[in-house]
Structure formats: structure tokens, C-alpha cells
């Protein structure tokens, strides 16, 4: 007996579905798309840069699925960050918002912040001098921003933006990192509201890390959009797409 051919309808149907349900599993699981709002990660990411982060590098929270559904206590195939990585995070004030800062203290560690220097244990960081940047003009005054290599303990090599080294932020308390938390830092260092206020951000649970940054896989100025492709030939970052987040 001869069999139907399946509908063309149907085929498509199941085709849709099926890449529905993978693309499902990989963003709950595997990767997960994020875009960067504000300039608080300048220069290592770019307002209007999209990235991908890795949800199973530090194993699976409730907060590493959709709504945060609380069917996870903690943390399963739990897998600490390190020192240096760039990570997505659930703010602890509200649980809710995305933030992305670089983690900088880890359980135990006391961090504190001199004249701009960051301090961690004790000992003072070394950051190497790149050259200075001139910003856009806001009131008619130009702005600079000092470009330094900072180099942490265990080696890691970024950069981070200093406008001065008598900010407000540049001048703080120890900070007493608890268990089970973590303490993150922007790189733009006079511009990032993190881990240095306590009433806004402060100490980060290792339960609200969604996951870290790996790459980039769009950037765009202020004059394109990712749903606007009219807008890409002028306006595309094309140096940007692909790059590893450092």
C-alpha cells in the first residue's frame, strides 16, 4: 500500500517546532543573548554591543531560567567564577534586573579602593598607563579618560578607564567580602555604579550569577539598531563582531 506524502504545511509546522524547542533548550541551558545599555564596561564593552553569555559556567540557579523560576535551592553543577571574568548577574536588590560588571573580590577577600588603586588583601594592584582619551564634549568642557592595563593577582590582564583618581569612588572603605559572594567592579571605573555601593549593588551571591561573557556577535554605534538592518552599512561595529570578551 502506497503511504501519503505528510502535507508540506505539516513538515513546516514540525520544522518550526523543532527549532523552536532547540532554540529554547539552548538559551535555558547553554547561551543566552544579552545587550550592553550603559557605558559602565567601557572600554572592554561598548554601549550597543551584543553578546552571548555561557549559562553552564558556573552551573545552573533558579536565576539561569526563564522568570527565575524557583525550582533550583541553590546552585546545581556548581562551578565557581575566577578572578578577571566579565559576568552577567541578577542584581541583589531587586533579583530581577541584569547587571554585567567584572568580578574583582572573592569570598573572603578584602577590597578597598586608594587615590584610584585598587587594593586587594593589601597589596595594591599594577596598572601600566595606555595613553589618555578624549570624550565628548558635554557643556561645552571636553572630558578625558586616562586608559590603564590593570593586572590582577592570579594574572589576568584588562583595561580599565580612570577620569581621575579623586572621585568619589576612588577613595573607599575595606570591603569584607562574605561567604558564598562575590565583589564586581565596572571598568569604567568613575562611571560604574558596582559592588563599591553597598546600597545600590554591593555583595554579589554566587546564586544570582547568570553566567559569564564570551563574545560578541553584533555592535552597532547609536545610530543602528540589531532590528534595523537599514541601518547597519554606516553604523555597524564590524571590527567588534566575533571578538572574546577579555
Partial sequence: MSKKKP????????TVIFAVIIAFFIRVFAYEPFNIPSGSMIPTLLVGDYLFVSKFSYGYSRYSLPWGLAVIDDRILASPPKRGDVVVFKLPKDNQTDYIKRV???PGDRIQVIRGILQINGTAVTRRKLGTITLASY?????QAVEYIETLP?????RI???SDEDMLDNTPVYKVPPGHYFMMGDNRDSSQDSRVLSAV???????LVGRAEFLFFSHDEGASLFKPWTWPTAIRYRRIFNGVE
Fill in 7 to 14: 502535507s508540506l504545511i505539516g513538515e513546516t509546522a514540525r
Fill in 104 to 106: 574583582i573580590g572573592l
Fill in 139 to 143: 557643556g561645552g568642557y571636553k572630558r
Fill in 154 to 158: 592570579n594574572g589576568v590582564e584588562h
Fill in 161 to 163: 578607564w580612570e577620569m
Fill in 202 to 208: 554591593g555583595f554579589v551571591p554566587f546564586r544570582n
